[in-house]
């Protein structure tokens, strides 16, 4: 078994639960902690937070637990989520 827990700012909850069903997982809740179950893997997202970046600015923090059965699914799903995720600098 595989586990790693990610921190991501600036992705809202409810696109990173349509991020994970796009990797081919179904999701079991609606409230924190949100269980997403895919094949052979599985993400649960633990918490949001507010996170302040400076006195005026201040960003979301969602942590995720990702778990998978074997080093080939979990290689899979990352690749898959890290295209959802990535965004651009500007």
Partial sequence: MIEKVMELRGIPVSALVTYLTECGGEAKSESLPIQVVGD???AEILREEQVRITSRFHVNAVFIR???LGPESFERLMAQFRLKILRVGG
């Fill in 40 to 42: 052979q893997w599985q």
């Fill in 66 to 68: 990702m778990t998978a």
